[in-house]
C-alpha cells in the first residue's frame, strides 16, 4: 500500500511531512506560472528521478498548442536518440492518451510526421522533436520561430546551444478565442547536477552563465523541486526502497532528494586543483614582467582569453574573458583595452589554417594588429591534458578575477560512454566548461617549449634567504663557541674579540 511506503519513508527521516504537505502548493505554482498574466517567461522543473517532470512539462506544451492554433514549439534533448527513446516513444503519447484522447488519435493515424520528427496538430500547430547535442543540429532550428521551448535532461545541454535557440523564442500567434498573444516561454527539466551548471547559475543565483557581471531578473523564472515522493503513486512500491535508496550518496542526492552537488563527478582538473587551495590568493600583474593572453577561439560559440605572466616556472594566471558571436577586432581591443602591455598571444594548433573571417587566417589578422603570435603544438587531447595536469602545481589564480577560470577548470570532464559506462580520456567534453579549460591548457602546452621563464626574487624569497644566512651565521657562531669549550688548552676567562 502506498500509505504504508510513505509512512515507512517518514520513518526513515527520507521525506518530511512538510514535503508531503507542500505538494498542492509546488504544483499549483507550477500552474500559475503558466498563465498568460503572469510575468514568469522560464520555468525549471528539477528533481530526482521519476518524479513526473518531464510528464508536466510535456502537458504544458500540448496545452499551449492547442490553445494558439499555428504555433510551433520545440522539444530537445542532447541526442535525438535519447528523445527518441525518453519522450517520443514513452512519455509524449502517454500525455496524449491520459490528458488528450482526440490528439491520441491523431498520433495513432497520420499526424506524426515521422520522417521530420514533427506532430502537427489538428489546428495547425506543430511540436517539433530535434537533438541538439552538435553545431549543426542547432543551425538547422535557427531559421525556425517557436512560442515554447522544452529542454529536457538539461544536465547534458550546452548551454551554447541553448543561448542560440533562445533567439528563436520569439513567434507571434494569437489565443484560439481572445485576443492575446501567446506568451512566450522556455521549460527546462534535469536530475540536479552541480551547483557550477548553467541551471543553478540563472535560477538561483540569477547571474548569466557565462558572465557572472550580467544580473537576471529573478521574477521572470521560477524554479519548482518535484522529487519520487510526488509522484509515488504513479511508480511501483518500492521503487524508492529497492532502487534509489541503494544508490550511492552522491547519487542519492540527485535522483532520490533531488539536490544540486558541490563536487564534480570524473572532473579532471578538480582533484589536482584542490590540493592546492592556497594558489588561490593575491596574484596581479608584475610590471617588471611580460604578460601574454592564450585563446580557444570559437566558430559560432564561446572564444575564451586567459590572461597571464611566466616567470620563475610559475604561471600566474591574472584574468580570464568568455564571449560568444564576436569577431577578432572585439578580443583584440578588449585586449588593448585591458592590457596594452600584451604583444605575444598563443593560439590553438588551427590558428594557422582555420579562416576567422574574410579569408584571412586568425595568426595573420592578429599580426596585422601587431601581435606575435605563438601556435601551440599539435598533440593529441589526451595529451595536452596530461601536460596541463601536470603542471597545475606551478600555476597560481588570480582570486578576484579568475573565478570563471578556476569553475572551469573543477567542472570540466572527460566524455563519458554510459553504454559502457567509462570515461573516454582521449577527449575532453565539449561544452560551456571546455572552452576556458582549453584556452589554460593552451596557456601551457604553448609557452611551455617556447620560451625559458623568467626568473627574478621575490620579497618572499628574498626574506627568506636572508633568514637562511642569519641561521647559518648564528650557527657558525654556536659551533666555534662550542669547540672552544670542548678544548682544554683554551683559557675561558679571556675575553673573545667578536
Known amino acids: 500500500m502506498i500509505a504504508d511506503v510513505i509512512s515507512r519513508l517518514l520513518d526513515k527521516g527520507v521525506i518530511t511531512q512538510e514535503q508531503l504537505d507542500s505538494k498542492a502548493g509546488r504544483i499549483q505554482s507550477i500552474n500559475n506560472a503558466f498563465h498568460q498574466d503572469s510575468p514568469i517567461l522560464k520555468v525549471l522543473l528539477v528533481g530526482g528521478s521519476r518524479s513526473s ?38 512519455t509524449f503519447p502517454k500525455v496524449l492518451q491520459i490528458k488528450y484522447p ?12 515521422w520522417g521530420e520528427s514533427i506532430f502537427t496538430l489538428p489546428n495547425g500547430s506543430q511540436i517539433i522533436f530535434r537533438g541538439i547535442g552538435n553545431e549543426k543540429d542547432v543551425e538547422r532550428l535557427l531559421g525556425t520561430e517557436f512560442a515554447t521551448l522544452f529542454f529536457d535532461e538539461c544536465s547534458e545541454i550546452n ?14 500567434v494569437k489565443h484560439y ?43 521572470e523564472m521560477i524554479s519548482v523541486t518535484l522529487n519520487p515522493i510526488d509522484n ?60 601574454f593572453a592564450a585563446f580557444d577561439i570559437g566558430h559560432y560559440d564561446s572564444t575564451a582569453i586567459t590572461v597571464y605572466q611566466y616567470y620563475n616556472n610559475r604561471w600566474r594566471f591574472v584574468d580570464c574573458y568568455e564571449r560568444s558571436m564576436e569577431s577578432w577586432p572585439f578580443y583584440r581591443d578588449w585586449l588593448r583595452r585591458n592590457y596594452p602591455q600584451i604583444r605575444r598571444l598563443v593560439f590553438p594548433h588551427d590558428g594557422d589554417n582555420t579562416e576567422w573571417s574574410m579569408g584571412i587566417t586568425r595568426r595573420a589578422q592578429a599580426e596585422k594588429d601587431g601581435f606575435q603570435v605563438w601556435i601551440a603544438p599539435r598533440l593529441k587531447q589526451n595529451e595536452q591534458i596530461d601536460i596541463a595536469r601536470s603542471e597545475l602545481k606551478n600555476c597560481y589564480f588570480n582570486k578576484d578575477t579568475t573565478h570563471r577560470l578556476i569553475e572551469c577548470l573543477n567542472s570540466s570532464i572527460y566524455d563519458y560512454d554510459p553504454i559502457n559506462s567509462v570515461w573516454k580520456s582521449e577527449k575532453l567534453k565539449h561544452d560551456e566548461f571546455s572552452h576556458m579549460t582549453s584556452a589554460f591548457i593552451y596557456s601551457i602546452t604553448g609557452m ?51
Open 53 to 90: 517532470k518531464s510528464f508536466r512539462s510535456v502537458d504544458k506544451v500540448v496545452s499551449r498548442a492547442v490553445l494558439y492554433p499555428g504555433s510551433r514549439h520545440l522539444i530537445a534533448r542532447q541526442t535525438f536518440n535519447s528523445l527518441k527513446t525518453a519522450i517520443i516513444r514513452d
Open 177 to 219: 478565442k481572445e485576443d492575446k498573444f501567446c506568451k512566450l516561454m522556455e521549460i527546462d527539466v534535469l536530475n540536479p547536477t552541480t551547483k557550477s551548471h548553467w541551471t543553478y547559475k540563472e535560477y538561483h543565483e540569477h547571474i548569466n552563465p557565462l558572465d557572472p557581471e550580467i544580473k537576471l531578473d529573478p521574477t
Open 159 to 172: 548551454f551554447l546551444s541553448v543561448q542560440k535557440l533562445r533567439t528563436r523564442l520569439a513567434q507571434k
Open 448 to 498: 611551455k617549449n617556447a620560451m625559458e621563464s623568467e626568473r627574478f626574487e621575490t620579497e618572499e624569497e628574498r626574506n627568506k634567504r636572508i633568514y637562511r644566512e642569519q641561521q647559518r651565521l648564528i650557527q657558525n657562531e654556536i659551533e666555534h663557541d662550542l669547540d672552544r669549550v670542548l678544548d682544554p688548552g683554551i683559557d675561558l676567562t679571556r675575553t673573545r674579540r667578536r
Open 232 to 291: 509515488i503513486e504513479n511508480i511501483e512500491e518500492d521503487y524508492i526502497e529497492k532502487v534509489l535508496m541503494k544508490l550511492p550518496k552522491s547519487d542519492q542526492q540527485r535522483f532520490l532528494f533531488g539536490q544540486y552537488g558541490n563536487e564534480v563527478r570524473g572532473s579532471i582538473f578538480g582533484p589536482e586543483l584542490n590540493k592546492y587551495p592556497e594558489h588561490v590568493g593575491k596574484y596581479e600583474v608584475v610590471p617588471q614582467f611580460e604578460t
Open 102 to 113: 482526440a490528439l491520441y488519435k491523431a498520433w495513432m493515424g497520420n499526424g506524426m510526421n
